[in-house]
């Protein structure tokens, strides 16, 4: 049996068509896993600098208190 040229083709574009739609959701995926690690690591920087700003701002007010004042 000698498979329809047209049948061929239309098989040929069908595949085509679902391998670009299933790159395109890898895509995706990749593209959110991307962004939730931007914002974690953002979030653990903004984190990170708020209990530095607190101890320095805490050890700034401790040396302000031991210096005498003339």
């Known amino acids: 049996m000698i498979p329809h040229p047209y049948l ?3 098989l040929i ?3 085509q068509a679902q391998i670009q739609h299933d ?4 895509r995706m995926a990749h593209a959110g896993q991307q962004q939730t690690l931007v914002r974690f690591t ?3 920087l903004g984190r ?7 101890y320095m ?3 700034g007010q401790r ?3 031991s210096v005498p004042s003339s």
Request: aromatic share 4%; glycine share 8%; hydrophobic share 40%.
């Open 8 to 10: 061929y083709e239309k």
């Open 13 to 15: 574009a069908l595949r």
């Open 23 to 26: 790159m395109q959701q890898i």
């Open 42 to 44: 953002v979030g653990s």
């Open 48 to 54: 990170l600098l708020i209990v530095l700003g607190s």
């Open 57 to 59: 701002q805490r050890t």
């Open 63 to 65: 040396n302000e208190a």
